[in-house]
């Protein structure tokens, strides 16, 4: 069965770096796109990016001067930086795994928990 | 940017049958996956290239696509059907994935 798992802060200063890590298991994690989704309390699901094991990365581009993901085989776990954070980051982030439907298209067939992250001083 | 339209909210009598659209510029293109999410538990894929079931996922959920219009329908609702529904697509131009606004069911 796979798993993940969020860990990280649940508390950031505003203007610091928001970084989180997501370990895998149950899944060869060198196989698949790995992906990132947050959740503002209340309201809709916002895709922030995705990475593969080669480094190949993909970002909202509403993030993307922000956004940073990466890639640790030997950990099982890859992660997410976010810096110059403000209060509009407050959400609970997912950490996914990107199922491939065809060559463009994706969905996310599992999720993590989820990590509340709160960005206040 | 590419956006996805849902109706906030949709009730249902249970046993009835409920249906969840979703709209897009050319929806028909793409291929269209929805979650169901429950409160305080993270999202679920339900149905993805447009009307697949994932496995486990009960037969009364079903998908359809007609121009760009997408509609997840729940036949024989029951009380567990009760949740947040989010359909969600891959944009190819931005290569980014969007999700719909959501959809909160209510079976009455």
């Known amino acids: 069965q796979v798993q993940l798992q969020e860990s990280g802060p649940g508390l950031v200063k505003p203007s610091e770096t928001l970084s989180l890590t997501c370990t895998v298991s149950?899944?060869?994690?060198?196989?698949?796109?790995w992906s990132w989704i947050r959740q503002p309390a209340g309201k809709g699901l916002e895709w922030i990016g995705r990475?593969?094991?080669?480094?190949?990365?993909n970002y909202n581009p509403s993030l993307k001067s922000r956004v940073t993901m990466s890639f640790d085989t030997s950990t099982s776990q890859f992660s997410l930086k976010l810096t110059s954070v403000s209060a509009a980051d407050t959400a609970r982030y997912y950490c996914?795994?990107?199922?491939?439907?065809?060559?463009?298209?994706?969905?996310?067939?599992?999720w993590g928990q989820g990590i509340l992250v709160t960005v206040s001083s | 940017s590419y956006g996805l339209s849902q109706p906030p909210s949709v009730s249902v009598s249970p046993g009835q049958t409920a249906s969840i659209s979703c709209s897009g510029d050319?929806?028909?293109?793409?291929?269209v996956s929805w979650y169901q999410q429950k409160p305080g538990q993270s999202p679920l894929l339900v149905l993805y290239?447009?009307?697949k079931r994932r496995p486990g996922i009960p037969e009364r959920l079903s998908g359809s696509i007609s121009g760009n219009t997408a509609t997840l329908t729940i036949s024989g609702t029951q009380a567990m059907d009760e949740a947040e529904y989010y359909c969600?697509?891959?944009?190819?131009?931005?290569?980014?994935?969007?999700f719909g606004g959501g959809t909160q069911l209510t079976v009455l």
């Open positions: 969600q697509v891959w944009d190819r131009d931005s290569e980014t994935a969007v």
């Open positions: 996914a795994r990107v199922k491939i439907i065809t060559v463009t298209e994706y969905c996310f067939d599992f």
């Open positions: 990475v593969y094991a080669t480094g190949t990365t």
């Open positions: 149950g899944a060869s994690i060198r196989s698949y796109y």
């Open positions: 290239e447009d009307n």
């Open positions: 050319k929806l028909g293109d793409k291929y």
